[in-house]
């Protein structure tokens, strides 16, 4: 009777329909994350792996001065990012959300098509124009001023360059959060007393706050993992963790080393994500579980 | 009259300065490449000197018809199965309410969590090692799989949570089967989702970068040639090859775009 | 209009004595004026309503009061303060809104406490108000609950509470029962009075229910095109409406109108599509002229034909019966003359002998009824 029940069920046709894609990612992405994992714990020979248990890779990782200076530094990167994409999009997926009218949809849209263009071409882009030859430069020098050191091969450029790919997500994400948003509750503010930015505090960013934080994680995690655009934009002493950890994939093949090193940026986007949605309080977000037509 | 508008509209206009500062931001930079990838003074193109010979070093780039012939399978078998669970999934998940409900959409999500270059090494290792496929198109291809299934599945939830699933309970009232339930009624109106979604996903795969190139070895498609011809310094045939491929894009979006203002859907547009 | 800024000026420092005063507002919108005209006065502890139709500008004229729509012309005083150019978080007042606007990711107490935190009051002092409050609105103990987890009436209550917790100059009302139902809203009609009798504070409500207007208000304002129609006492309005559109906004469901065929004394005899009517005159009407009477049901009587006992006076008419429903105190009576017109008469029921598709009298006294010259506006 129960299974005759299950089999009508409605949970029976979500799963029959959901299951074939969630088990294709549950192999073909969590199963391989898992033998990293497990790689990490073994040692690389002549570009075998042996599957001798050890922490060496973790060790080394650690306590070695260079390893650790490119952790924080990608650390350190990520979260200016990061934090600068939020502060520059907020006003503007804002302003779309709340001023576009008709045109909401095509301005997200221009937002988010550069994205598809390819990191690789984006970052050459962004190259032809920072670089010592690059315009900025060309046309400091064409009328007559020095070219800009901070903006070539530098951190700075990095950071620009990363900011570049991933704010399109910031945008969207907080976009689609305030799509939902009850402008109206401003007007409720500011006749109780509040001011512009006070409503915005009170009543706006905490509405929003989840979007905000997908955003974040949208942002952060690639840009913890970035390799591309350090390697084009950074210079010589531009690398960042992306790079090291890619360097062991590279000629050297020491994949177990490259297989900590991944386990550990893992980690660290993650624990990021989880501090961050830890300050999500669903009773204090105007979460309601709802969908339409429920 | 009142500096409650004077407030307001200063807030308004510091907004949309920022607006327009992000797009030329955005834009700049992939024009000026279009630009470029039609001169021949590239690094100070003013006044510019018309040529296509960047165009026509692309061509005759070794691998090039390779590579672009890859990169079109990949981002063509990508998107198939990207699209097909994905659609299944939302239909399933937003149709039917069920207590798996949101692991499910999490676990769908969880790709995006992930960073490219996790996917392409841990990718790179389990096939070469557990599954004994390293350096085949087909190991890309899923590897591409497991991302753009994410992507795709955003795509079509942000559509379908509009769609009203009492209009499925209805066709059943009048005698409609589940098939033609989802032939007559839901079909015809979340078709352009999934195509946005197809859409989505054979870009994203087709200008992939970081997962394919782990996964392909020697196998050439065009980021990676790209890639390859990057190291030794900028090569202009790339700017003829982002402009290319800019293009492409663009006539896929505003194509989408059409459909979408002609049709009848809306991604995440609410009309007040 | 220098003078008048003087004068206005001058009555600026006198004006204290009233809670709200709006000089000649004007409001456009492209080629709209919502408002047009408008200076209204309202004292401390007045219960104001403002009614009208959709599109009347009563919406507007509210939100230039609070300062969410800025005056194209003209002045706003609150509290004796000439407020025109200040943002609606400068002008302290309170606000119930339609749509309740709770923040949802707040818990009641601190929707409550908003604007007490916004001035930045002592968490002791905010204490205080809060139990002041909630005990008004008796809603002691839901202070951390979410609005999500309330019935429709308590999300009203929160929201009044919220308006008046500040103590504030005025409290305006948009509708605010409009989302309630039925049984609802009449429980909140009652409460209403007994808040504003409680606290003293003036309550400015727009509605367009003016059911809701003659419960709950001591003065009205019928608002029509963006500008007030007429402005007074709710019986004043009721009993003397000076327009047709007043007339007819303030429930007179019967309309008579015709052309005058000769004038006696103070009366017109209109022929009412056959009929012949007596009615008082409007203000200079002459024969030939189109009339437009307006007369409450209440004041008609129903009786079975030959029946009727009439007051001196009255005008007495056959009628066929086609539909009664019983209101409890009385029944509607829905008629129909031998000139095809149809007529509601509010009576008392009566089962036995008056009985649908059946012959009765129809009787009214000619003073009972409004006229207003017809000109054409319908």
Same mark, same amino acid.
């Given at each position: ?294 | ?57 692309? *061509? ?45 959409? *999490? ?52 559509? *379908? ?112 | ?378």
């Amino acid at each position: 009777m129960a299974v005759k029940q299950f089999l009508h069920s409605k949970d029976l046709k979500a799963l029959a329909l959901s299951l074939p894609g969630a088990l294709f990612i549950i192999f073909f992405l969590f199963l391989p994350l898992a033998t990293i994992v497990i790689y990490s714990f073994w040692r690389t020979e002549s570009y075998t792996m042996i599957a001798d248990w050890n922490l060496n890779n973790y060790l080394t990782i650690l306590t070695t001065k260079t390893y650790l200076t490119f952790l924080f530094r990608s650390l350190a990167m990520s979260l200016a990012v990061s934090f600068i994409s939020l502060v520059y999009s907020w006003p503007v997926a804002y302003y779309i959300a709340k001023y576009g009218g008709r045109y909401r949809l095509i301005l997200t849209m221009l937002t988010a098509a550069p994205f598809f263009t390819g990191i690789l071409l984006r970052v050459t882009a962004m190259q032809q124009i920072l670089g010592p030859i690059g315009v900025v430069n060309m046309f400091l020098s064409n009328i007559g001023l020095k070219p800009l050191h901070l903006l070539m091969y530098s951190h700075y450029a990095t950071a620009l360059g990363l900011i570049y790919l991933w704010i399109p997500f910031m945008v969207l994400a907080i976009y689609l959060s305030l799509l939902t948003f009850d402008f109206k509750l401003l007007d409720a503010a500011m006749i109780n007393g509040a001011s512009p930015l006070r409503a915005f505090w009170e009543v706006t960013l905490p509405l929003n706050w989840i979007g905000t934080c997908i955003g974040l994680a949208l942002v952060f995690i690639p840009t913890f993992a970035a390799t591309i655009t350090p390697k084009f934009l950074g210079g010589v002493n531009g690398a960042l963790y992306g790079n090291i950890l890619a360097h062991q994939f590279g000629s050297t093949g020491t994949w177990a080393l490259g297989s900590a090193m991944g386990v550990l940026m893992f980690t660290i986007s993650s624990l990021f994500v989880f501090i961050v949605f830890k300050t999500v309080n669903l009773n204090r977000s105007g979460y309601t579980g709802q969908i339409a037509g429920e | 009259m009142a500096s409650i508008n004077h407030q307001a509209s200063a807030l308004k206009t510091g907004q949309v300065v920022l607006l327009v500062l992000l797009y030329i931001f955005l834009y700049f930079p992939l024009l000026f490449i279009t630009y470029d990838s039609f001169v021949h003074n590239i690094i100070w193109p003013f006044p510019p000197e018309w040529t296509l010979e960047w165009y026509q070093k692309l *061509l005759g780039m070794s691998d090039f018809h390779a590579g672009l012939k890859n990169s079109f399978y990949i981002g063509l078998f990508t998107a198939i199965p990207a699209t097909l669970f994905s659609t299944a999934a939302v239909i399933g998940l937003l149709k039917y309410r069920t207590r798996w409900r949101g692991g499910m959409i *999490l676990l769908y999500i969880s790709p995006l969590f992930v960073p490219g270059l996790l996917i392409g090494i841990s990718t790179l290792m389990f096939n070469a090692n557990v599954m004994g496929m390293s350096g085949k198109l087909i190991s890309a291809i899923i590897a591409n799989t497991t991302e753009d299934i994410a992507f795709s599945f955003l795509v079509i939830l942000a559509q *379908l949570v509009r769609y009203d699933w009492r209009m499925d309970e209805a066709a059943m009232v009048f005698g409609a089967t589940p098939a033609q339930v989802f032939w007559e009624v839901t079909l015809p109106t979340i078709w352009p989702a999934i195509l946005g979604s197809f859409l989505v996903s054979f870009i994203l795969a087709f200008n992939n970068l970081e997962i394919s190139y782990y996964n392909l070895g020697a196998i050439p498609t065009l980021p990676t040639i790209a890639w390859g011809s990057l190291r030794h310094g900028i090569k202009p045939e790339l700017f003829a090859l982002a402009t290319v491929i800019n293009m492409l894009v663009f006539t896929a979006i505003a194509g989408l775009f059409f459909l979408i203002q002609t049709g009848m859907v809306r991604f995440g547009y609410r009309g007040e | 209009m220098d003078t008048n800024k003087f004068l206005y000026f001058f009555k600026d420092m006198q004006t204290s004595s009233y809670a709200l005063q709006l000089v000649e507002v004007e409001k456009q919108f492209g080629d709209v004026r919502a408002v047009d005209n408008v200076s209204l006065e309202v004292k401390k502890g007045e219960f104001f309503a403002l009614l009208g139709p959709s599109g009347s500008g009563k919406t507007t004229l509210l939100r230039i009061i609070a300062g969410l729509e800025s005056a194209g012309k003209g002045s706003v005083f609150i509290g004796g303060k000439n407020v025109t150019q200040n943002p609606p978080y400068a002008r302290g007042i309170g606000m119930v809104f339609q749509d309740f606007l709770l923040f949802p990711h707040k818990t009641v107490g601190e929707n409550i406490a908003f604007p007490l935190k916004m001035k930045k009051m002592s968490p002791t002092h905010q204490q205080e108000q809060l139990n002041w409050v909630l005990d008004l609105v008796r809603m002691k103990g839901y202070e951390d609950r979410f609005p999500n987890q309330l019935s429709g009436g308590q999300k009203q209550r929160v929201a009044l509470a919220r308006g008046l917790v500040a103590r504030p100059d005025i409290l305006l009302l948009d509708e605010p029962l409009a989302n309630l139902d039925r049984e609802l809203r009449k429980e909140m009609e009652v409460e209403m009075r007994r808040f504003q009798a409680e606290i003293d504070i003036p309550f400015v409500y727009v509605t367009h229910n003016q059911e809701e207007a003659l419960t709950l208000s001591n003065r009205i304002a019928v608002m029509k095109d963006g500008h007030f129609e007429q402005v007074g006492d709710k019986l004043e309005l009721y009993d003397e409406p000076k327009t047709a559109f007043v007339a007819s906004f303030l429930g007179l469901n019967n309309t008579i109108s015709g052309e005058v065929l000769r004038q006696e004394n103070d009366f017109s005899f209109i022929d009412w599509k056959g009929i012949e009517l007596k009615i008082p005159t409007p203000n200079g009407i002459k024969p030939g002229d189109r009339i437009a009477y307006y007369l409450r049901s209440e004041k008609m009587h129903i009786n079975p034909l030959g029946k009727n006992t009439p007051v001196d006076g009255s005008i007495v008419l056959a009628a066929r019966l086609r539909d009664i429903i019983f209101k409890g105190q009385y029944s509607d009576y829905f008629v129909i003359l031998d000139n095809d017109e149809e007529m509601v008469i509010s009576d008392v029921p009566d089962i036995e002998s008056l009985k649908i598709g059946g012959k009765v009298d129809v009787s009214w006294l000619p003073s009972s009824g409004f006229s207003f010259a017809a000109d054409g506006e319908e």
